[in-house]
């Protein structure tokens, strides 16, 4: 069955970029008509979508992060990554990555277990 | 504050049904079957228990149920257990100004 995993820097100076990359593995990334998500979760707090990719590159944004984000598929490595830009102590927390299905509807159905986030200098 | 409104918690007892609602507007809950529901455990990823208003996923168990009336959806949970104690979080897309996913702010269902 297909797993996801999230892997990146644990710690991220102000005003730099934070990256993160999701591996898939139990399936090929391109199989199915799936997307392919972040959603991040401060501490104590609610989920907060940040955007999503399919294999065609085709994105979609949260307009809150939107002019900050960049979501990017790599078949080839059966991964796709994050990118935030100007980050600041807000952007702390634990992002997770998730396969998603159905265009309009559907849902999240696979996540990464989560990584820790903190912007600190 | 989240898009999707939710009350911060709900409770009840072994065997009880409970109802979390989620009330959005015409631009999300209400424009759309779209509404989904997941599950989180303290520590743990989020588990989708209900898509499109009302589907489960394979391996869901059938005492979890969805619908959805106007601008507010609603989860409802029978025969309560002691493992169904987490948070919960409702979701829907939204076109509000770009087509996007939105959750609500969460409800933590404890079982006394």
């Known amino acids: 069955q297909v797993q996801l995993q999230e892997s990146g820097p644990g710690l991220v100076k102000p005003s730099q970029t934070l990256s993160l990359t999701c591996t898939v593995s139990?399936?090929?990334?391109?199989?199915?008509?799936?997307?392919w998500s972040w959603i991040r979760q401060p501490a104590g707090k609610g989920l907060e979508w940040i955007g999503r990719?399919?294999?065609?590159?085709?994105?979609?944004?949260n307009p809150s992060l939107k002019s900050r984000v960049t979501i990017s598929v790599d078949t080839s490595k059966n991964q796709f990554s994050l990118k935030l830009s100007s980050v600041t102590a807000a952007d702390t927390a634990v992002y997770y990555c998730?396969?998603?299905?159905?265009?309009f509807g559907g849902g999240m159905d696979v996540w990464g277990q989560g990584t820790t986030v903190t912007v600190s200098s | 504050q989240s898009a999707l409104t939710q009350p911060a918690s709900v409770s009840g007892s072994p065997g009880q049904s409970i109802t979390i609602s989620c009330t959005g507007t015409s631009s999300d809950v209400g424009g759309y079957n779209y509404v989904s529901w997941y599950q989180q455990h303290p520590g743990k990823a989020p588990k989708l228990m209900i898509y499109d208003v009302s589907n489960r996923p394979s391996g869901v168990s059938n005492r979890f149920s969805g619908s959805k009336s106007g601008n507010t959806a609603s989860l409802t949970i029978s025969g309560l257990q002691a493992e169904d104690e987490a948070d919960y979080y409702c979701?829907?897309?939204?076109?509000?100004?770009?087509?996007?996913?939105?959750f609500g702010g969460g409800t933590k269902l404890t079982v006394l």
């Open positions: 979701s829907s897309y939204t076109s509000s100004s770009t087509l996007y996913v939105v």
């Open positions: 998730a396969r998603g299905f159905g265009v």
């Open positions: 139990g399936g090929s990334i391109s199989s199915g008509s799936y997307y």
């Open positions: 990719i399919y294999t065609s590159g085709s994105t979609n944004y």
